[in-house]
């Protein structure tokens, strides 16, 4: 059975930096696409990164690209979110996501993907 356990989220000020971590069991993160979608209160689910083949392929929202990495350790079997220059509209739930099939252009479309953690909250205060 397939599980995601996101971690790392927390409060910052408005310019900070945070990691998150998503932890995989029950396959090999490097055969599927991996992603982290965000959702604020009120707002529709929003894909923020993606990655496949150990970082061959990345993909990123306009919103967050040049601010946030997304990076994958298979040898621990878990995915990041390294996250600099945080904004107050960063301020959501992020979600690590699983799809074993290729996505490439439709990365962050989350009805994509199979298999999704249980969501760790970033909060950024202005």
């Known amino acids: 059975q397939v599980q995601l356990v996101e971690s790392g989220g927390a409060s910052v000020q408005a310019g900070g930096s945070l990691r998150l971590s998503c932890a995989a069991s029950?396959?090999?993160?490097?055969?599927?696409?991996m992603a982290w979608f965000r959702q604020a209160p009120g707002q529709e689910r929003e894909g923020v990164a993606a990655?496949?083949?150990?970082?061959?392929?990345?993909f990123y929202a306009d919103s967050v690209k040049g601010r946030f990495t997304i990076t994958q350790d298979n040898a621990k079997n878990t995915i990041y979110l390294q996250m600099n220059s945080l904004k107050h509209e960063d301020t959501a739930v992020y979600y690590c996501?699983?799809?074993?099939?290729?996505?490439?252009?439709?990365?962050?479309?989350?009805?994509?993907?199979?298999?999704w953690g249980q969501g760790t909250q970033v909060t950024v205060s202005s």
């Open positions: 996501a699983a799809a074993p099939w290729p996505l490439a252009a439709e990365w962050y479309r989350g009805v994509a993907y199979s298999s």
């Open positions: 029950g396959y090999t993160t490097r055969r599927y696409y």
């Open positions: 990655i496949y083949r150990e970082g061959a392929f990345t």
